[in-house]
């Protein structure tokens, strides 16, 4: 959020100031008082103009504004209330030269999963992609994908919902699926030249808006904070690609599948053993009958533990 905002939000926070009041305050002119409150008040924050000043009586519940406030990374949010697709917003956004993005939306109305499956995104859920451009080489993006899961599962953790992450890119509740990350990038084999990673967690939706399989934080714990939730993932996430160190080790804490045995659909063949571990930038081992299988793309299916 843009510093003097946050700063009128911080002092409104505390009782309501008269305009000359937070200009001095401030050490800004009143015209710019008066032009900031109208762009929180644009943004859902209601700053009522009493007796005693301006007072804040609401903050909004999501949007730009919700997320934005008090979140420590630095990205701009952008907000819709409904959208095609947060992931094309982005990168439409990253083709026009953009950076440090967070598309955010209520609802989608054309959600995309991997390989052009739908991802159903009703009203309620917690859509967004975060466009960054990571110094990295091209493949190691997968480690951004890895990184998301970890920081929607921490993000989880003050809901009071326990996750597990399915190689690689599903959270699920016992086996149903509550979220899941589609990645999308381009760039040069020595350098990522955009990258968006695209996270669809269903927060306040109920079963019946979901497909079968898929369950909700509403579901499993009631109606949540989704800005609160919103802020938590992209900081989670903001911390962990800072310090890629600590994906795989974090990745391996909270995931179901390792120890497992699988049957893991890839674009050349099926292959079934017990998934041992995931190795740099995210690539699957596979122990079968006829050796070790390194997997680095498909579908996963949890059999039953080794
Ligand atoms: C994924 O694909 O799990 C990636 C989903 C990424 C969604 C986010 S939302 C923000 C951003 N913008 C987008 O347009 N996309 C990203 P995949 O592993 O291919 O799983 C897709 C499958 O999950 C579908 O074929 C359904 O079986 C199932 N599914 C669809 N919608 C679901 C939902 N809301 N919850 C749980 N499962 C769902």
Known sequence: MQETRAQILDALADGPRTGPGLAEELDISRAAVWKHVEALREDGFDITSTDDGYELTAI???GAGAVSYGLDAPVTIEYHDAIPSTNERARELAAAGAENVVVLADEQTGGRGRLEREWSSPSGGIWLSVLTRPPEPAMHAPVFTLAAAVATVRALGPVGVDASIKWPNDLLVENDKLAGILTEMEGEADRIGWLVVGIGLNANIGAEDLPAGA?????????????ALARDIIEEYWKLTEAPDTILPAWRE?????????????ADGVIVGTATDVSFPGTLVVETKSGTEHVTTGDCEHLRPA
């Open 60 to 62: 909004p519940e999501f």
């Open 215 to 227: 369950t909700s934080l509403l579901e499993e714990v009631g109606p949540v904070d989704r800005a």
């Open 254 to 266: 909270h995931a179901s599948t390792l120890g497992k045995q699988v049957r893991v659909e890839t």
